[in-house]
């Protein structure tokens, strides 16, 4: 049963244009929402999150959108650069408690096209 | 500041032995975690530390997996005996303390093959 899923395997997207990666959440108990970036060989690198009391948090050219009652959380990357082609992972978590290890997506492969 | 620091890199192994892997998070840093990343799929949380006590195994193979933080600082994770299906990126993170808003950072994980 996946929790947090990322329905696009790959997105390729041209230079200088709006990068839009996808994700939706099952568990509505997951109250805070992170993006990592991967490139290969590499662990995962954190980008941005969004606390589920907010729906939108923007940090230089990445803003990342949650729509609670959809379940559904967007990251848009303006304008794309070709250093952004890597692997994206959505990852949620329950706050609170002491137990808060992220559950991740299979993670969206993102190519920028010169 | 130095990052999450894991060794060895790459690990090979035949099925049925002993493997272990070494973490030392960022300094300060209270809450360690172990992820497994089977290819093609997202990590997936393996064990948690607060300091030096177990907060999270839920998740971890007790019969072949273990993981010790014994002074709260770096931590081991072992596999006894090793399956195929272990193959995988072993990935540490930590950040300053769990349960809040503090991401986790990453190290580069270690990457197991099992012949």
């Known amino acids: 049963d996946q929790q947090v899923k990322q329905n696009s395997p790959s997105l390729s997207v041209q230079e200088g244009r709006i990068s839009i990666l996808n994700c939706d959440y099952t568990?509505?108990?997951?109250?805070?929402f992170l993006w990592y970036k991967k490139y290969p060989a590499e662990g995962p690198t954190f980008l941005i999150s969004?606390?589920?009391?907010?729906d939108k948090n923007e940090d230089g050219r990445f803003t990342v959108f949650l729509n609670k009652s959809a379940k559904h959380l967007s990251l848009h990357i303006v304008p794309s650069q070709p250093g952004d082609s890597a692997v994206y992972f959505c990852?949620?978590?329950?706050?609170?408690?002491?137990?808060?290890?992220?559950?991740f997506g299979k993670g969206t492969h993102l190519i920028i096209q010169p | 500041e130095a990052g999450v620091a894991q060794s060895p890199r790459y690990k090979i192994i035949e099925k049925r032995q002993s493997v272990a892997f070494w973490c030392n998070p960022i300094?300060?840093?209270?809450?360690l975690y172990w992820y497994q990343q089977i290819l093609g799929q997202g990590p997936k949380l393996l064990i948690q530390?607060?300091?030096?006590?177990?907060?999270?195994d839920s998740q971890l193979p007790k019969d072949r997996f273990s993981a010790e933080r014994l002074k709260g600082v770096d931590s081991t994770l072992k596999i006894q005996p090793a399956k195929l299906e272990d193959s995988a990126v072993y990935l540490c993170?930590?950040?300053?303390?769990?349960?809040?808003?503090?991401?986790?950072?990453f190290g580069d994980g270690t990457r197991l093959s099992i012949l």
């Open positions: 993170a930590s950040s300053f303390a769990g349960g809040n808003n503090q991401p986790q950072h």
């Open positions: 568990n509505s108990m997951f109250d805070y």
């Open positions: 969004i606390s589920s009391i907010k």
């Open positions: 990852a949620a978590k329950v706050r609170g408690g002491g137990a808060d290890g992220l559950t």
């Open positions: 300094s300060g840093h209270a809450t």
């Open positions: 530390f607060q300091n030096n006590g177990v907060v999270d």
